[in-house]
């Protein structure tokens, strides 16, 4: 009884000289931090969507993954990133599928495909890489069919691109024959049933090539990325619509290894931010497309030309013999094919039985000027 009474009278004592207990707290962990290469020159709307992912990772993990954005070149050429994140030279990466063909030709098939594919819009793919089971098959595609330590997010809805840049008018098919045209992807093969002869080049580097002559025309994203380019000061002709590639996404590139690594609530975070991203980058680029078109006309004299119905189609059928080639020695690629056309067979059937064509009620409201 006494040693109790001796001992809080002790701890009354020390209270009362200022003296606290605290149970000590366990050190809080070290935040995580990545560097992450995109493929475009910093500035670009693509690159900066890249940078805005990025802020949103780090906000929501509370500062417990930081992502630092580098452009094009800064650690590895733009092309190389694929293999730097494999190595893991570079923890992440942003880019497009279609890079890497040369690793595999079903890289193209989650990028940007001719014809939807098989007539799907942006909303169907999306709905195919989600619902359909194109996303599991883009994991596949790296960690199993290219054997590389990487984990991939789509991030970005990317525009149905125009046919293209070109310094005089493009009325017919025959009307590519012999010219040179930057493009990239299995779109080069496309073109080459057309006579084209396709060279392939960075964001970064058309517009030079189109200065010195290198190439004749060019096609890259969309109004945009082709003002940010500053295609308009090379070529005056703007062609659209495109189908070479009408729908697609950007990605995000992760490092096998540290994934693995991540706590499973990051993880959860990067898959959501990569999900939002997807949305929020589409709709903006929507937007600024629109503005930046008015731009292009109205300060730099650029003449909208539209692409001539016989090469919308002749690239479908060209983009049909080049995808059969494929499928044909390649079943990965095959794979893939089916997927998406089994998906688009249902989606593409229920659109036209319940949606009323987006050019009925367009030209009712906003009849085309003659």
């Given at each position: 009884?006494?040693?109790?009474?001796?001992?809080?009278?002790?701890?009354?004592?020390?209270?009362?000289?200022?003296?606290?207990?605290?149970?000590?707290?366990?050190?809080?962990?070290?935040?995580?931090?990545?560097?992450?290469?995109?493929?475009?020159?910093?500035?670009?709307?693509?690159?900066?969507?890249a940078v805005g992912l990025a802020k949103r990772i780090e906000e929501m993990t509370g500062g417990r993954l930081k992502i630092e954005v580098l452009p094009a070149g800064?650690?590895?050429?733009?092309?190389?990133?694929?293999?730097?994140?494999?190595?893991?030279?570079?923890?992440?990466?942003?880019?497009?599928?279609?890079?890497?063909?040369?690793?595999?030709?079903?890289?193209?098939?989650?990028?940007?495909?001719?014809?939807?594919?098989?007539?799907?819009?942006?909303?169907?793919?999306?709905?195919?890489?989600?619902?359909?089971?194109?996303?599991?098959?883009y994991r596949e595609l790296y960690l199993s069919a290219m054997n590389m330590k990487v984990m991939v997010f789509p991030t970005d809805i990317i525009a149905s691109e125009?046919?293209?840049?070109?310094?005089?008018?493009?009325?017919?098919?025959?009307?590519?024959?012999?010219?040179?045209?930057?493009?990239?992807?299995?779109?080069?093969?496309?073109?080459?049933?057309?006579?084209?002869?396709?060279?392939?080049?960075?964001?970064?580097?058309?517009?030079?090539?189109?200065?010195?002559?290198?190439?004749?025309?060019?096609?890259?994203?969309?109004?945009?990325?082709?003002?940010?380019?500053?295609?308009?000061?090379?070529?005056?002709?703007?062609?659209?619509?495109?189908?070479?590639?009408?729908?697609?996404?950007?990605?995000?590139?992760?490092?096998?290894?540290?994934?693995?690594?991540?706590?499973?609530?990051?993880?959860?975070?990067?898959?959501?931010?990569?999900?939002?991203?997807?949305?929020?980058?589409?709709?903006?680029?929507?937007?600024?497309?629109?503005?930046?078109?008015?731009?292009?006309?109205?300060?730099?004299?650029?003449?909208?030309?539209?692409?001539?119905?016989?090469?919308?189609?002749e690239i479908l059928k060209a983009w049909d013999k080049v995808a059969a080639r494929y499928v044909a020695k390649d079943p990965f690629f095959a794979k893939v094919y089916?997927?998406?056309?089994?998906?688009?067979?249902?989606?593409?059937?229920?659109?036209?039985?319940?949606?009323?064509?987006?050019?009925?009620?367009?030209?009712?409201?906003?009849?085309?000027?003659?």
């Amino acid at each position: 009884m006494k040693r109790g009474f001796v001992w809080m009278l002790s701890l009354a004592l020390l209270v009362g000289w200022g003296l606290t207990f605290s149970t000590p707290k366990p050190a809080e962990a070290a935040a995580i931090t990545w560097k992450m290469q995109t493929t475009w020159p910093a500035g670009m709307a693509l690159h900066t969507s890249a940078v805005g992912l990025a802020k949103r990772i780090e906000e929501m993990t509370g500062g417990r993954l930081k992502i630092e954005v580098l452009p094009a070149g800064a650690i590895v050429p733009a092309f190389e990133v694929l293999g730097a994140v494999h190595k893991g030279t570079i923890d992440a990466a942003h880019g497009w599928s279609a890079y890497w063909i040369g690793r595999h030709p079903a890289a193209n098939l989650f990028s940007s495909v001719a014809g939807g594919p098989f007539a799907m819009d942006n909303v169907d793919y999306a709905g195919w890489l989600y619902y359909g089971g194109g996303l599991e098959l883009y994991r596949e595609l790296y960690l199993s069919a290219m054997n590389m330590k990487v984990m991939v997010f789509p991030t970005d809805i990317i525009a149905s691109e125009p046919l293209g840049w070109f310094k005089k008018p493009i009325k017919s098919w025959a009307d590519l024959k012999g010219i040179k045209m930057r493009e990239a992807g299995l779109t080069a093969e496309i073109y080459k049933e057309a006579g084209i002869t396709v060279v392939t080049l960075p964001g970064g580097e058309i517009l030079p090539a189109l200065e010195r002559g290198v190439i004749d025309g060019a096609a890259f994203m969309c109004p945009t990325t082709d003002r940010e380019l500053g295609l308009m000061d090379v070529a005056k002709f703007y062609h659209a619509p495109g189908i070479h590639r009408h729908t697609g996404t950007l990605e995000l590139l992760i490092n096998k290894d540290a994934w693995d690594k991540l706590p499973s609530d990051i993880k959860a975070i990067i898959d959501v931010a990569s999900r939002e991203n997807l949305f929020r980058a589409w709709i903006e680029l929507v937007d600024k497309n629109v503005k930046d078109l008015e731009v292009l006309k109205t300060k730099h004299g650029v003449k909208v030309v539209e692409t001539p119905k016989e090469v919308i189609l002749e690239i479908l059928k060209a983009w049909d013999k080049v995808a059969a080639r494929y499928v044909a020695k390649d079943p990965f690629f095959a794979k893939v094919y089916a997927s998406q056309k089994e998906y688009a067979r249902k989606i593409v059937e229920y659109r036209r039985e319940f949606y009323v064509p987006y050019e009925l009620v367009a030209d009712y409201y906003w009849p085309k000027k003659k």
